[in-house]
């Protein structure tokens, strides 16, 4: 066992690199080309006609002339792979090109040259740089060739939207014009203008002896990126040993904004580097395990690739290979994902190994999650060296020492350029379901909308139920869908069927049935007795004000989703230490119904607070609900009374009721605030779009000063048939911008209005929903890293409440699923991620009957006032922490990883045991207590579950950071949910022996295995939350084990005496097991099944 606690803590700490289905992407044209001797292509871009691919030559192309030795050399083909011009040049001595890039006014070159290009001069060293750029006929527009009496060599080169052209490379002298060079090779960057004209140059690296190189250059409207290897310590940074990868970026002047220097105790390498709005996508090769991931070449060289936003901030890693050498050489960005190129020694894990190839291309989304794998070539040595991509396809560069399938090998080696096509995806939201309900109760229903990027596809569904007999239904089961016309799966879960309370699962595949890529949604339904359930209405509550100026109140309203009468309450204390907190109400009844909220009004005390941010957290409670208590967050942002006026219209949406023929519905408010300084002034103006001028605001002028404005908004349906009409109040603001807030009316056939409620025997008959955003409109302006309620209210035409429609939000690459709470109201909580002019959120509202809704708003995220930032968590960024299953329920007692940002400032691990439950001032608080903590890091948490935790109710959990809380967020209690823990490549199983399984010591027939799991509920003797597990603890609910698909009988399953929340389950290997490399182990219990997307795999002998 000793052995097993480094393991433990280390496996702990792992991030996850949650997988997704892989799928090939289709060779559309590949070109072989070269010459009798050897050939290689470096490199490839793309502009918006034509594909350029540039390398180097030992020999002579058709029509073109060998300068002497190895040439220069650079073609293009157009998007079909048809050759357009081919120019090789150089030097009487040696020429290289290495790099690439392509805009509208012509494609640039970049290398390294041993003798004096047409018109430039040698500078009498080993070699010197040079760029060119040729225009799209093949005409050279300008050549610039530069260095020291040393060595020196580009390796990349990009283009920004204004034409400027960066260069990166290396130089073991001293650039004209820079400091004296640091060591034996140092770094440069140099920006020239379309022309030719250099406007600055950048050398770098570390004494004594320093050796750094630039092989990769990306650039964006803020500036540029360079990336590549060093041996040393750049300044501010640590070393992590032998050669260590960095990215830097510079601004457009060539100020350096950050670096960033990392590795492992191998040598590591950035080799390509790829911008986008979001950020910069960085590859390369890895000796190692790099922090968070897991060695996957068993210490030979591994591929990774890594995403930091534009502050430099890692976003994530994820780090893959073979049991060969691996190494990613190219990486591109475009609206469809994040593309990597390079070479594997075998074929990569997901494909058949049969594969023949070692080029592979590999699709990651915005968010790291693998989307497709392709290997190909001759099966020879050989490499993907570059990638470049558009709406159509991606192109990739390389070389071979073969003959690719269907293509002529031509002599050493020779170079290739491929367009891969980009496969027809499955895109199915929302990503999981939840349902909650009372035992016997009546049928729920949800939707699932199923799309197609690429192409059509034609999907199946079904359902597979974990726990329980006859609950659930999808339909219908197939249909085709597109990008355009995306198809909906109707689901319903009949609670009748469920005898007795709990917490029961299922999962729906959509499978595309021509290429056989699935998607698998979880559903996890809540069934309680005959009890009340907690809802609030939303989970944060962000205010901003000036010093000593006022912010418009906010109301928490509180159902109840379950039976009779939910009495809740707020901590009297609560108000003490956060003085500047009021609540109209601390208790209220809720009674059960959709119309039965209560609510209490939050506003705030501002007086004598200075600028800053201030935050409590509010617990809810209600004794005897199945989910007592919940937790809702409130941040109270105050700005210098000197910051510039900055306005907020509040609410975003309204919505209308009217019956036909009867009276107008009564008047809202709107309010208009000014969160900074001076005075804030604002027009209005409402517009409709059908019915006439239905829509007023009054007053239509007005200012914000210390206060807030308000106006009343007024809908007259005098004249309007039955039906739902939009409109939109539009505010123009003195400080600049507009906002809108959008309003639904919905008039009823009914002579009544109806109380957003229909009877059942009611007149008017629903042909239509519709939905309003009320929490963020177009032009409303957020703060990065403060959280925002995303609020939307659904009705249909008669003016009914929609309470059983699936409301999803996408914004930030991210999906995002809101939860219904009652009266047609749905709730959740978006923490903008990085700054930007302009941000779409969309909302797509699906029904079992009503057609599709979608909804959409633009708006801004700019940095807070004083630059405060907050930590957040992500979007379901909770999951249990062996096979880091999304969208999954929780269980007592087990181990579980938060994933968000600005967490712990470093690592911080558990010193002891009984755990601490604050590591360096991170706690994190579920439900009524701070739970233990293994390990927090800057994105990455590892805490326990606290035992006792109610299954088939819900927990709300917050990260407390030095005082700075995230939104709260609310996960399903299962009594068990199992995971394996993963120690590299492999499951964490030891053998008879207590030694770690791996290929070098595989299991063995007969041996009894020690799986490592989490998460299998409570046990017998109870164990106590943070403390050491007593021995032989055993499960209550019994675990079944399948190893290669035999189930293996189990001789112990229990906690692992001495640890926390470890569980250990003891099987022998039966003799029918089929020997292999990669040998599946599943751990099922009460019906769960352990490690869906993350298998535990072991070899076997």
Partial sequence: MPLFVAMWLAVLVGLAGLPTPSRAQGIEWIRQFGTSTEDQAAGVARDSTAVYVSGFTWGVFPGQTNAGLQDAYVRKYDANGTEQWTRQFGSTGGDRAFAVAADSTGVYVVGWTSGALPGQTY????????????????????????????????????????????????????????????????????????????????????????????????????????????????????????????????????????????????????????????????????????????????????????????????????????????????????????????????????????????????????????????????????????????????????????????????????????????????????????????????ADHQALQIGASGGAIAWSATATLLNGTGWLTVSPPSGTATASTPSKVGVEVNFGAFAEAGLYQAVIVIRDTTRGAAVRVPVAVAVSPARSRLLLSQSSFVFRMREGGAAPPQTLRIFNGGLGDLNWTIPANLTAPQNWLRFSALSGTSSAGRLGASSTILSISGTGLGAGVYQALVPVSAPGA??????????????????????????????????????????QTLT????????????????????????????????????????????????????????????????????????????????????????????????????????????????????????A??????????????????????????????????????????????????????????STVQRSVTVSTVAAAGQVSLPAMLPDGVVEGAGFTPQRPLAPGGI????????????????????????????????????????????????????????????????????????????????????????????????????????????RIGDTLQIYTTGLGETDPPAKTGEAAPAFSRVLLPVTVTVGGIESPVVYQGLAPGFVGLYQVNVVLPSTVTPGDAVPVVVQQNGIVSNPDLPATIPVR
């Avoid at 492992?264 to 986008?276: E, F, I, P, Y």
């Avoid at 930091?308 to 469809?336: C, I, K, L, M, P």
């Avoid at 009914?750 to 177009?778: F, H, K, W, Y």
Wanted: proline share 5%; charged share 15%.
């Fill in 123 to 442: 500078l009498g060293g080993v070699s010197d740089v040079f760029v060119r750029k040729y225009d799209a006929n093949g005409n050279v527009l300008w050549t610039r060739q530069f260095g020291t009496a040393a060595r020196d060599g580009a390796n990349g080169v990009a283009v920004d939207g204004s034409g400027s052209v960066y260069v990166g490379g290396y130089t073991t002298g001293t650039l004209p014009g820079q400091l004296t060079n640091a060591g034996l090779y140092d770094s440069f960057v140099r920006k020239y203008d379309t022309n030719g004209t250099e406007q600055w140059t950048r050398q770098f690296g570390q004494l004594p002896t320093g050796d750094d190189a630039v092989h990769g250059v990306a650039a964006d409207s803020t500036g540029v990126y360079v990336g590549g290897r060093l041996l040393g310590t750049l300044p501010g940074q640590t070393a992590a040993g032998g050669y260590d990868a960095f990215v830097r970026k510079y601004n457009g002047g060539g100020t350096e904004q950050w670096t960033r220097q990392f590795g492992t105790t191998g040598n590591d390498a950035v080799n390509g580097l790829a911008a986008d709005s979001t950020g910069v996508y960085v590859t390369g090769g890895t000796e190692g395990a790099l922090p968070g991931q897991t060695s996957a070449g068993l210490g030979v060289r591994d591929a990774f690739v890594r995403k930091y936003d534009a502050n430099g901030t890692e976003q994530w890693t994820r780090q893959f290979g073979t049991r060969a050498q691996d190494e990613a050489f190219g990486v591109a960005a475009d609206a469809s994902g994040v593309h990597v190129v390079g070479t594997a020694g075998f074929a990569l894990p997901g494909l058949p190994s049969s594969t023949v190839g070692q080029v592979f291309a590999r699709k990651y989304d915005a968010n790291g999650a693998e989307r497709a794998t392709q290997q190909f070539g001759a099966g020879g040595s050989e490499a993907g060296t570059g990638v470049a991509a558009d709406a159509t396809g991606i192109y990739v560069s390389g070389h071979t020492n073969g003959r690719i399938p269907g293509q002529t090998f031509l002599g050493s080696s020779d170079a290739f350029a491929v367009k891969l096509g980009i496969p027809a995806e499955l895109i199915v939201r929302p990503e999981g379901l939840k349902f909650s309900g009372l035992v016997g109760g009546s």
């Fill in 626 to 667: 199945t989910n007592d208590p919940q937790l809702a967050s409130v941040t109270l942002h105050v700005v210098p009374a000197p910051t510039a006026a900055s306005a907020e219209m509040s609410p975003n949406g309204m919505v209308f009721v009217a019956g036909q023929g009867g009276a107008a519905p009564a008047a």
């Fill in 672 to 791: 208009v605030s000014n969160n900074g300084g001076g005075s804030l002034s604002f027009q209005l103006q409402a517009t409709t779009v059908s019915g006439g001028n239905w829509l007023t605001a009054a007053p239509a002028t007005g200012s914000a000063a210390a206060g807030p404005a308000t106006v009343q908004v007024s809908a007259n349906h005098a004249g309007l048939t039955g039906g739902i009409y939009r409109g939109r109040i539009t505010a123009t603001y003195s400080s600049g911008g507009t906002e809108d807030t959008e309003v639904v009316l919905a008039v009823s056939t009914d002579p009544v209005a109806p109380q957003r409620e229909l009877p059942t025997a009611a007149v008017c008959a629903p042909q239509e929903m519709e939905l309003v955003i009320t929490s963020i409109g177009n032009g409303s302006v957020l703060s990065v890293s403060f959280p925002r309620p995303l609020l």
């Fill in 793 to 850: 209210t659904v009705v249909d035409s008669c003016g009914s409440a929609v309470s059983n429609a699936t409301v999803v939000a996408n914004v930030e690459t991210r999906s995002i699923t809101l939860r219904g709470v009652g009266n047609g109201l749905y709730s959740e909580t978006w923490t903008p991620e990085r700054e930007s002019s302009s941000v779409a959120v969309s909302f797509t509202a699906l029904h079992s009957t009503y």
């Fill in 896 to 1003: 579980i990883s938060i994933f968000g940002s600005r967490f712990a400032a470093s690592d911080r691990f558990a010193t002891r045991v009984p755990l601490e439950r604050d590591l360096d001032g991170v706690s994190v608080r579920i439900g009524n207590e701070n739970a233990p903590l293994y390990f927090a890091g800057p994105s990455q948490i590892n805490a326990q579950m606290p035992l006792g935790v109610q299954a088939g109710g819900s927990v709300s959990v917050v990260v407390n950071v030095g005082g700075k809380l995230t939104a709260p967020q609310s996960y399903a209690i299962a009594p068990a949910q199992p995971g394996i823990f993963i120690a590299g490549s492999n499951g964490a199983i030891l053998d008879g022996q207590s030694r770690l399984i791996t290929a070098a010591n595989p299991a």
